[in-house]
């Protein structure tokens, strides 16, 4: 099985940075595209970022484009990034996900493997 753990959720205020980390560890696990996902109460699943599982490829949504980063610190490991610029409306549960393709998709479907969703919430 393919295990993710994510750190980083918690409370920041408005206008505050925030980073995201996800790791992966599995004994069959080799590298996979990786991608954020949030979920607001009363809202579907989001896709937010995603990096290729060379690195070479990212995605962002719209609503964080030149907000948030993705990069990648091995074939494992995934960080989103955010400086100076949390709103309110990021408040969620980010699920680190990953999936056996070769480019970043933004459908959920495409992803195997979930982590177990932290909290972020932001202030005002």
């Excluded at 030149?66 to 610029?85: M, P």
């Excluded at 969703?117 to 202030?123: A, I």
């Amino acid at each position: 099985q393919v295990q993710l753990v994510e750190v980083g959720g918690g409370l920041v205020q408005a206008g505050g940075s925030l980073r995201l980390s996800c790791a992966a560890s599995g004994r069959t696990f080799v590298t996979y595209t990786m991608a954020w996902f949030r979920q607001a109460p009363g809202k579907e699943r989001e896709f937010v970022s995603g990096i290729s599982w060379s690195g070479a490829n990212t995605n962002y949504a719209d609503s964080v484009k030149c907000r948030f980063t993705i990069s990648r610190v091995n074939a494992k490991n995934t960080v989103s990034r955010q400086k100076d610029s949390l709103r309110p409306e990021d408040t969620a549960v980010y699920y680190c996900e990953a999936a056996d393709v070769r480019n970043v998709y933004e459908m959920a479907q495409y992803y195997d493997y979930w982590g177990q969703g932290p909290q972020v919430t932001v202030s005002t």
